[in-house]
């Protein structure tokens, strides 16, 4: 192999693992280490202009990052990276002097903002410190998209919304609340120098079967009835309640339906259990709070009596696979099921609506009527219009949305500027070595073996009886520490020097995982298999060295490597250095970083 | 400085047939300074007896004084244990030998160790012919005290400070060799495959096994000038012969058809296999191998490898016709047979 290039800003990043996988490339071993020196204002920061949202976020996220962690590699479970994000945001001070300023004389360039979730209120805040005048328009009453609209406040107390949404709305946004657009073209005849798409996929897919006509009344798309609770059209339920499907969404329809009046509440789902699309902690969440899941059943038909709802049946159903891994859902032979309901909660889909885009604006549609968007840029067929959140390229989840705003913001920024947009400003990147003395490192090299630590719970008796009350209490901050000591500090990097190795192998002896070898050079794929330890997670880098003086190479898999610093503890030449790698995404004109 | 080893391990780490991994050979974390030759020795230590598959609980190891005298608590931290008196390992050992001929021993020290204060105790536990893997890990200095020059540092050799070593040094395989030890081998701390491979075969040897082990003291003697620096010795090394140990179970006559090896079978029914002898050492002929250390002397080169084999050694337990039954599993009765016996023996030698 060649030797590695270090310097590729790639290489390190990826090391990181948790910071890799978060879309929006939040340094998390960076915060998680100031939160164990008690930092939380300066840890909220360092999310902050990451992912805009730490204290939503820290509650809600879906956590690519967690399932990437280092720690679930060496043992069961990796670092609880998102509840950790939380105790920042929970315990931090005042933190608006760290924000940037708003310049008051504008730089005459006008945006506007269509849709008030995440990741329009992500351009805005990085577009608003560089003097544009935003305007935001969005249906709803208050910002914060779906985030308001959706996510139930047992998960996400409102205050905590209103603080993030409001830290940007106060830079000076022209709010159009309660607006809905109903026509693109209104909105570029104002002359915006650019527009941003952020609409989201607002509408839910509603479940046609035989009997909804005479049911209809009683039966409810999950989304519209989770924003009609949130902002209190609704406020109860019937006692029996039957949710259809397998989502988050279901998961929320169903909790927030045992807090309104619902007692037997049941989820029922087409799939198997396994196969769920709900995330693991969302469906230990619900059946903790007496909700069954039952699976494999497909909804046959509404049944009513006297033109009201009383059940729905359902056939009994399991899941075959061909030699490709397709699935195919086919009757076991069983007798239909009939599930008694007074209400039913449909959650099954969500879907982009463009009606109000005209189609002759010289914006282009693709055959299943979604806007073309590049996927680098953002930007659409037409050049001052760009998409990005769940308008762009179809539902995902709230740190996606943040991480297409910050590179759309990008993208106008460079737009505006008159530039090109596919020659995108490298990310910013520091390495400096955490060499304190012969043997000590200013980070905390050791490596805590505790298990992940639980996020305690409020009381079910109170949770379930008031809608609003946050369920999970967070981390108190003994605990926080103690879980923030698990992090391996996958940033702080191994890197060595070829020129000062005398191969004396102090290294490859004292390494705990076996990372390190001195052999031959080969291909990769030779290489993988002679090393140490077998180095199979091809996902991972192989690190290698020029030729050393007895013309073998060293060769570190990066795979299960914990950051402990021992190798450079045991090197007697300091070939080995322990250096923390600082990687942020570009903002738009550097507006966040130092 | 960093004093606990992290737990975690590789989650595909390889096991041995006792279902360990080498973190069962393991020891604390060294504290001898970075990047000495001993550390290496130890990892190749642990290695050899985790192929070995040995039980670490049937394994006693037993030192010296000195940096490396201190290296057992660096491996096998799961094995019996005794650090002594400077220079008297060879006669603890012989007593554990004698009382308990069912572990395995392993005597670990250092060119001062056995060629200055312990030269003495030395000389005797190889003529007595015990049963122990001999291990020196020599780098021609007292490096616990400060780099000193050692007895077996060699003439011309500089020192750190800039002095030139007058003395001859002792060749301590020249010494085995000339008292009858019926296994002899020298190896370099930085060449790991050739050590492991004589480690294993030390081990699986039943008699005394001496493995002189040139070991950079990078503080003290790895200076320009030094004979026992990492660059002198790979600039002068000059291996015997490739080495392998073959365990029990493996398939040995596909090698034989070839007819270049040479396989030597252990009393346990294990094989040393020998590939492309060397054409000046012939390593079962006391004699030539004799020739070859002086002749490698001669020459300013490391001689590396299994230097004298002899395959049917008989050890100090049968000279001395011992009891088969180790002390531990007597009785009583059989440990205090009585006065009466006492009187029998006594009446015996008048
Ligand atoms: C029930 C539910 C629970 C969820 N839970 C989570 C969670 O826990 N964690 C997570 O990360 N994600 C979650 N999501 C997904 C997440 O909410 C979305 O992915 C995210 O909010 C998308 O952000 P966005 O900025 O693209 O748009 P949105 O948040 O959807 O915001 C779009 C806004 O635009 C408005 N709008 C739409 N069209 C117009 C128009 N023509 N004129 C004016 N305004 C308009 C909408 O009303 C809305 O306010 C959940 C989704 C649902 C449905
Ligand atoms: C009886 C006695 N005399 C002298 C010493 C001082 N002393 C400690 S270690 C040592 C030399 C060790 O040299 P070596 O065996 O080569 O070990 P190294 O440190 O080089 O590995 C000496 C002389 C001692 N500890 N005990
Ligand atoms: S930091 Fe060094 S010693 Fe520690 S696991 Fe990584 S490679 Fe091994
Ligand atoms: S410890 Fe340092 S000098 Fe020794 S082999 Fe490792 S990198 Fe090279
Ligand atoms: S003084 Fe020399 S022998 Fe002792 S630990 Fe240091 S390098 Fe090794
Ligand atoms: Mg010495």
Redesign the interface.
Known sequence: MKPTNINDPEYFHKVVDCQYACPAHTPVPEYIRLITAGKYSEAYMVNWESNVFPGILGRTCDRPCEPACRRG???EEPVAICRLKRVAADNKDDVRSRMPQIPAVKNGKRIALIGGGPSSLTVARDLAPLGYEIHLYDDQEAGGGMMRSQIPSFRLPVSVLNEEVNYILDMGIHVHFKRYVSSLKEILDQGYDAVYVGTGAPRGRGLELPGLVEAAANVHVGIEWLASVAFEHTRSIGKKVIVLGGGNTAMDCCRTSRRIGGEQVKVLVRSPFSEMKASPWEKEDAMHEDIPILENHVPKTYVAENGKLVGMTFEKVHAVYDENGKRSLLPIGDPDVFVEADDVLVAIGQQNTFTWIERDLGLDFDQWNMPVVDKLTHQSSHPKVFFGGDAAWGPKNVITAVAHGHQAAVSIDLFLRGQDLKDRPSPFTNLVSQKMG???WSYD???E?DYRYVVPQADKELTLADRKLEVELGFDLKTAFKEAQRCLNCDVQTVFSDSKC?????C???C????ITFTPNGEEEDLRHRLN??A?NVAQSLYVSGAL??GRVMVKDED?C?H???CA?????SAWDMQHYLYKVTKAGHSCSK | ??Y???????????TNDLGYTKREYEGA??TL?????H??I??AIIQAYFELSVPPHRIAKLSGIGCSSKTPTYFLGKSHGFNSVHGRMPSVATGANMANRDLMYLGVSGDGDTASIGMGQFVHIVRRNLNIVYIVMNNGCYGLTKGQDSATADAGSKSKAGSVNPFQPIDLAGLALELGAGFVAQSF??D?PQLIELIKEAVKYPGFALINVIS?C?TFNNNPGSTKS??YV?EHIEATATVDYVPLKTEITAAYAEGTGTDVEMHDGTFIRLEKLAAHSNPYNRLTAITALQVARMKNAILTGLVFLEPDPTDLHETLDTSEVALNKMTETDLCPGKQELENINASLR
């Open positions: 590699r060496v043992e012969i043997h000590e090299n050791a490596v073996p005398i191969e004396c192998d102090a490859v002896d004292i705990p995982t076996s990372c330890a077998p199979v003086t007895t299960v914990l402990c610093g021992l503890e045991r090197c007697p030449t | 400085m960093t606990i080893r992290p737990k975690f391990r590789h989650p595909s780490a390889p974390l060294s300074c970075a990047g000495c030759g550390d290496s130890s990892g701390s930085g790991k950079p990078v990492y660059d790979r």
